[in-house]
């Protein structure tokens, strides 16, 4: 265990994350039949093709009339766990359905449960990047280039809004965000937060300024290696997130646990960018003393 922990760190350090999780144990649910009878939810759901699928898979594939069904029995707890430890709004989320998020979230799923290594659905969700296209807002999985801080997060295949046609004008991320107990700052047992995930992404100032957005964001949160999401900002070279950063308040000045300060890794990197981006904010603040003391910071 000790072992995999150092190699989770080292991957982390070198921008080289790679899966360690998968949710493709749960078997895809059958496609609706055709039927010329009522599509109502307990006529969908009653069908014996279908009754054997559980809340998990229904979640998974966007099967939102058996989520319906399913949470319609009594005594039945939205927020249960899998074998896998993911919640049914782990699934919806990590597979972009949308429109179950938002039925399970009203239905009182909570988004801060921790899953496999600690991750919540906020993570999950924050975990992808944005892109614009035809005016629309589309996520993207993240690759290994442009990798989650910590490497554990999900990387199996799942439709995203472009391929699957579905409208992400709204993102999962705000509608997780928008829940009265969503806690923005939550961390995941590496101790990052969806601030760190969301500012380790390439091209995701979209979901990074949803995060800010909220109240109470800590913006130099760190994580078990001491490390803040503009170290995460800087390593994975996203000049955009790194200045909402600075702009935020994020401290330029702040070594993690090796000593290394965002500026030491945007440098080692080659993210041109971020070096100067963090040179002229350090000279804006102290001047040419507070550049150099970052440098030789200790």
């Known amino acids: 265990m000790d072992n995999d922990k150092t190699k989770l760190m080292n991957m982390h350090r070198n921008g080289t994350c790679s899966s360690w999780l998968g949710m493709n144990t749960v078997a895809p649910a059958p496609p609706q039949r055709k039927t010329s009878r009522s599509t109502c939810v307990a006529n969908a759901v009653e069908e014996p093709e279908n009754s054997h699928i559980s809340l998990f898979q229904a979640a998974r594939d966007g099967r939102l009339d058996i989520v319906k069904n399913k949470l319609a029995k009594p005594r039945r707890d939205v927020d249960k766990k899998d074998k896998e430890k993911s919640t049914a709004l782990h699934y919806a989320v990590r597979f972009n359905n949308i429109e179950v998020v938002k039925y399970l979230i009203k239905k009182g799923a909570n988004p801060n449960i921790p899953g496999e290594d600690g991750a919540t659905p906020i993570h999950y969700a924050a975990r992808y990047k944005s892109t614009q296209s035809t005016g629309d807002v589309h996520a993207e999985q993240a690759t290994i280039d442009n990798a989650e801080p910590t490497g554990h997060l999900l990387t199996v295949e799942s439709p995203d809004a472009l391929d699957s046609g579905k409208d992400s004008s709204e993102s999962i991320l705000s509608c997780l965000l928008q829940a009265s107990n969503a806690n923005v700052n939550c961390q995941d047992k590496y101790g990052s937060t969806p601030l760190h995930y969301a500012a380790a992404t390439k091209g995701n100032r979209k979901f990074v300024e949803e995060i800010i957005k909220c109240e109470g964001v800590d913006f130099n949160a760190q994580n078990k290696q001491k ?72």
């Open 227 to 298: 490390a803040t999401p503009l170290h995460d900002a800087c390593t994975h070279g996203n000049p955009d997130v790194a200045r909402i950063l600075i702009q935020e308040g994020a401290k330029l000045r702040a070594p993690d646990d090796k000593k290394m300060t965002p500026l030491h890794y945007a440098a080692r990197d080659k993210r041109l960018e971020c070096v100067k981006l963090v040179v002229e904010a350090a000279k804006e603040e102290g001047g040419d003393d507070l550049v150099k003391d970052i440098i030789v910071a200790v």
